[in-house]
């Protein structure tokens, strides 16, 4: 298969980008996106240029780390990540462009690859329980109703992608802060500190830049975990909540 | 221990407390959702007030002197109303400022993904249903366009008052009028279309199960409001509802 790609290309944070085309020549249709750019990147090489830079890491659509927005969509068409995204999905001659993910707080380093240190300042600010140290405490002793378990699962199942916020034309990170805050906060495992994460992630959310949710619900289409944007409803309704026992005395943050 | 208890139950000012929540990112939503509904509220009120006019000049005239008859009361209504206005309006150009610099740089390519026409349009619609308000309140309110209305007068149960019914079929006899009522109506059910099943999202209570059924409701509701208010104006104009009473 034979693409032509139309690729952000930036130095590095603080200088201008441009789109670049680049030909991508004989390309096996059970290739997968970033393979696809190895190879171009490989021809780019070749003729003396400089690669494109992109993250990646494990390829096989658990870790979290790759991006991109192919023609418009992070992570491309179909819902999966960008590792798992083959190119027997494209059409034979398409042009595809290729842009980083364009949220004010995930800074350019260079090319495709942006810094999400940002989702990882989210993390730092809640997404954590108190463990008691000393031998492993039952197994099954605390009682957790399976709907309960369930929901807590579907949250944890967000790798941190960012892709929410990439999608959202806000820029708003709520579906990540929103998946984070509900998979501790559901479990009584992580109910001690849940009004305080909650707080605590949405105000750090805020400090951080990332826009507002207008209920778009860009964010879930793309979301290769398939998080549902009902845990925003949720982050909504606890974060009123705690913000109010906060303000009456009820609770500190 | 007691020293340390005191604090940890003390907290933060209450003031501090509130000011922090309503300039937070889910706060200034929340007050533009809550605002919204009574916004709504509103709205339903003021149709189900002008469907008076289906029943003849005496009911329209007589639910409008109750109003008027509220004195004081209308004032803290009006005034009220206003107040939210300001807040709807005020809060969403905050979120708008704030999410306008999010993304510094915007996509080549732009895929509207999943978004609405109508959640895409909510600032736009806003916007020209305040010009249309503006207009509106101009047009039967103060009667600026017409000062000639102010002295539309009738008797009522043997007290002369401001002949409402007839000032209403003169302003809707006007294609023009009647054409940019539509439109705006139009375009408010386009605004609420997004907005009635936004709200129980930002409040926080849509569920993966309720929000489609939330979003469906809303859309209903938004066009049976549609509907509703301009069933007058194509009554008059169309169907000559009131013609007889401005000859």
């Not at chain 1, 492993?136 to 944890?156: G, L, Q, R, T, Y």
């Not at chain 2, 017409?146 to 007068?153: A, E, G, K, R």
């Amino acid at each position: 298969m034979n693409f032509t790609l139309r690729v952000w290309r930036q130095d590095g944070p603080t200088t201008a980008g441009r789109f670049e085309e680049y030909p991508a020549k004989n390309i096996p249709d059970e290739a997968s996106f970033l393979e696809m750019l190895d190879i171009v990147n490989e021809e780019l090489e070749k003729a003396g240029k400089e690669s494109v830079q992109f993250d990646h890491d494990c390829r096989e659509g658990i870790c979290g780390m790759c991006s991109l927005t192919i023609n418009g969509v992070p992570h491309g068409p179909g819902r999966g990540t960008t590792c798992q995204l083959y190119m027997r999905k494209f059409q034979d001659g398409d042009v595809i462009t290729i842009e980083p993910f364009r949220v004010g707080a995930f800074p350019i380093l260079r090319d495709l690859a942006v810094n999400r240190t940002a989702l990882d300042k989210v993390i730092q600010a809640g997404g954590f329980i108190t463990a008691r140290t000393g031998s492993a405490p039952d197994a099954n002793s605390v009682p957790i109703p399976k709907v309960v378990a369930d929901e807590s699962m579907d949250a944890a199942a967000c790798i941190g992608c960012g892709a929410c916020a990439a999608a959202c034309p806000n820029s708003s990170a709520m579906l990540f802060v929103s998946a984070k805050a509900a998979h501790l906060g559901l479990l009584p495992q992580g109910k001690p500190e849940s009004e305080r994460r909650t707080v605590r992630m949405v105000r750090t959310m805020d400090d951080l830049g990332f826009g507002n949710c207008s209920n778009y619900y860009a964010c879930e289409a793309v979301c290769p975990a398939g998080i549902s944007a009902s845990f925003i409803a949720r982050l909504n309704r606890q974060y009123t909540s705690a913000a109010a026992r906060e303000a009456v005395g009820a609770t500190t943050i | 221990m007691s020293a340390s208890s005191a604090t940890s139950t003390a907290g933060i000012p209450i003031h501090e407390a509130l000011c922090r929540w309503v300039f937070s990112s889910i706060g200034k939503k929340t007050i533009v959702a809550v605002t919204g509904i009574l916004l709504v509220l509103f709205v339903t009120g003021h149709m189900l007030g002008n469907f008076t006019i289906y029943f003849g000049p005496d009911l329209i005239n007589a639910y409008a002197k109750h109003l008027r008859d509220l004195g004081p009361f209308l004032w803290v209504i009006r005034l009220g109303l206003l107040a939210t206005v300001f807040l709807h309006i005020f809060f969403t150009m905050l979120l708008w400022k704030e999410n306008a610099t999010a993304r510094p740089q915007k996509y080549a390519v732009g895929d509207p993904i999943k978004t609405t026409v109508f959640a895409r349009t909510m600032r736009l619609t806003g916007l020209f249903v305040v010009a249309f308000v503006i207009f509106h309140l101009g047009h039967f309110t103060l009667m600026i366009f017409n000062p000639s209305w102010t002295h539309l007068d009738t008797e009522l149960h043997g007290e002369t008052v401001h002949d409402v019914y007839r000032m209403v079929v003169l302003g809707f006899s006007n294609p023009i009028v009647s054409a940019f009522y539509i439109i705006s109506l139009g375009l408010l059910a386009f605004h609420l279309s997004h907005g009635i099943g936004s709200l129980f999202q930002t409040l926080g209570l849509s569920t993966r199960k309720m929000r489609p059924v939330y979003e469906a409701v809303a859309r209903v509701y938004a066009w049976a409001l549609f509907v509703g208010y301009s069933s007058i104006p194509i009554s008059i104009l169309i169907f000559g509802l009131g013609k007889n009473t401005i000859k």
